[in-house]
């Protein structure tokens, strides 16, 4: 096993060089030349070399990674020009109109509603054409290879995976290590000039069978079924969603390695039920793994599931899974020297973890398990436990959590997920040519579809799924340090030729793992204390404590929406850890000044969904590809948009929907009312004066509760909006000191001397975030209690 693993080495080098060049990827044909030089002078060493056979063997591995990352840094190298071609760097710097051809490569999905009304979609294509027409005219056509992102309206049907579509529109440049390079916003319609090839396109009408008949199967497991068959999960809804994602189940709904395996393993057992000889079962099972991912669309991820299921079939095909190392270490090498830029993919890191941890960890955890339970449930139990060990290092920089009930929800669902993945899939093939048949298989798949997704909602509504964990690298290297220490006690043999040594580092480990947990408890247990001491239990708004600028969180139960996000990531993160806030359903950005969007990055990879203003910068079209990359939906906030948080409806009342009148800027924030059960409320970002007054003329504005005054309580407000608004709290943001030097006190002066109210004065409370944790504001029976850390108001209704 040892030999075995140091063959991992290559590719982990290669990988990390990757990781870097990427970045800079003028330098990748230097990288390229040296490594060359480097590996050919290794190999002078290692024939002219007379050390020992480890010496020998230590150099060859270093040869290996010189080779290794002189491949990928010279595909990185050949790749530039194609994914950057000068007309449309051009484009995007001189801010250009272009004409693109390009071919789809990932399913479209919904995107943000266009300022007209009309719904958009995006997806991953790869422009081939390129026209673009300058200051003396339309140049001719280039041709090109650049991966983007596209964004628009779509003339007629979606786009399918491998149809040619024609676009035109704006483009702008990604940063170099983003795995598109480009991003495409379409001015007018996406029209689609070339049907997918016919090896893609024969998938299509299964794919609409089976979503068509899991529409007519009741509840959850119709709408969750076609996700367990064949990954599409157009019909999963949100609440569903974040179900999955809760109960750590949502890896079944997307096409991964186990979902390759149960196919292959399928076919092979069913060839060998006919007879057929060792050979021929295996071609088969090849055959049906390729039309399994062209059924399920042959996504970079679906590609990269294939590969990683083939390496660990392999693996358990020849009886030795320590043999999947040089296999999956020759399938990284390779994936990387055809896309580099999985370098700095999660998807692709936590595809090989996840293979990674079944090859090394799935057998010595079950050889453990099994010390105390039968076989069977030691198996079923190790193999989620191994995946999910392996996995976490990596998941804690998306979220920052700790998923406690994902190992017994994927233990409950264990058994149904292959019955439901597998007679879903016989169901789809059937229905064209037996739809009786098919549909039977579909109503016998719904009982595990149902059985799953009953799991993920009754998981979800438990209140110690996750635990907090710290977040950033450091989370992730402590984690994967407690992780192998863990691991390493579990399964390290009694009977060791060095016992004693190995008895004295255990028993170091040991008291490591004391500690840490002694520490990590303390800190759970003083952060609740804390918040329990500082704060009402029924807690609705609360203004996070983050200076100058707005992050105000709404909460309705167990839902929770951030408006605004801070000037910078570590008060914010303070404060959502404060409050025990692990996952948000709602982030509204009202527009994009440094003091309401700096502290995105303490949210990303925790957001489901993002209702954002108009994109006026580059750096603003930064954010917004950060949190869409991390997992959040992306919509324009426009009047007319509206959605739900628990038992709360909320509506966006500003900007108007009409182009031609928007405004950016503070006159473009978004405002949002919040009304339903409990408190209602409406934020209105950095308004100012005339936009309060046009918001007043163009939008029905009733009563509040709860208003987020305007521009931190500057002096630049509509009095008549605030009659109309008639809001018993006000909440101003504000630091010890603005940047004018205006005190707290004054703020709240400006805001109650521009919006006189026929109610006393005392009926005007702000609830200012400048005393650490947040101020608060909860309904009780006396009418609306009002915290700020450790001074609480009664204020009567």
Known sequence: MRAELRLAWPAVIAWAAAFVVIGVPDAAGWVAAAAVLLSIGIVVVLVRSRGSARLRRLIAVAALAAAATSVICTAIAAAVPARSPVVLVEAAEENRTVMVEAV??????????????????????????????????????????????????V????????????????????????????????????????????????????????ATAAATLPGDGGDLLPGLAIGDTSAVSDELDTAMKTSSLSHLTAVSGANCAIVVAATVLLAGVCGLPRRARYALALVALAGFVVLVTPQPSVLRAAVMATVVLFAFGVGRPGRGIPALAVAVTVLLAVDPWLARSYGFALSVAATAGLLLLARPLTDVLARWMPTPLAIALAVPSAAQLACQPILVLLDPTLPVAGVLANLLAEPAAPL????????????????????????????????????????????WTRLPWVGGAAGAVLLALVTAAAVWLGVRRRRDAHARASGRVAGALVIGLIVTAGAYGGALVGSSVLRSASMPADWQYAACDIGQGDAVVVRDGASYALIDAGPEPAPLSRCLDSLGIHRLDLLVLTHYDLDHVGGVDAVVGRV???????????????????????????????????????????????????????????????????????????????????????????????????????????????????????????????????????????????????????????SRVSCSSHRPPMGACASGRSGIRVSAARDKVEVPP
């Open 608 to 762: 489901d969904r993002s209702i954002v203003g108009l994109p006026e910068t580059d750096a603003d079209r930064r954010i917004l590809s950060r949190l869409q990359q991390s997992g959040s939906s992306i919509e324009r906030g426009v009047a007319g948009l509206t959605g739900s948080l628990g038992d709360l409806g909320w509506e966006v009342l500003w900007p108007p929907q009409d182009a031609a009148t928007m405004a950016t800027g503070n006159d473009g924030s978004v405002t949002v009312r919040f009304a339903g059960t409990g408190l209602s409320s409406m934020f209105l970002g950095d308004l100012g004066e005339d936009s309060q007054d046009a918001l007043l003329r163009s939008a029905d504005v009733v009563p509040a509760d709860v208003v987020k005054v305007a521009h931190h309580g500057s002096s630049d407000q509509s009095a008549e909006l605030y009659e109309r608004l008639s809001a018993t709290v006000g909440l101003i943001s504000v630091g010890a000191a603005t940047a004018t030097g205006i005190r707290r006190r004054s703020s709240s002066t400006s805001w109650r001397e521009s919006a006189p109210s026929p109610n006393a004065p005392t």
């Open 104 to 153: 789809v490569s990932a399913t479209p999905v919904d995107g943000a509603a266009a300022f007209s009304g009309a719904e958009q979609l995006r997806f991953e294509a790869r422009a081939v054409v390129v026209v673009s027409r300058g200051p003396e005219g339309t140049a001719a056509p280039a041709s090109a290879s650049a991966p983007m992102l596209v964004f628009g309206e």
């Open 155 to 210: 003339a007629g049907e979606r786009p399918r995976i491998g149809s040619t579509v024609r676009a035109k529109g704006t483009v702008r440049a990604t940063d170099a290590g983003e795995d598109v390079a480009f991003l495409l916003f379409a001015t007018g319609p996406i029209s689609t000039v070339a049907p997918p090839p016919w090896y893609l396109g024969w998938a299509d009408p299964l794919r609409a069978g089976l």
């Open 420 to 463: 439901g993945t597998v007679l879903g899939l016989i169901g789809c093939l059937l229905l064209p040519a037996l739809p009786g048949l098919g549909a039977a298989c579909l109503q016998i798949a719904w009982v595990p579809a149902a059985w799953i997704a009953q799991i993920a909602r009754t998981v979800d509504g438990l209140s």
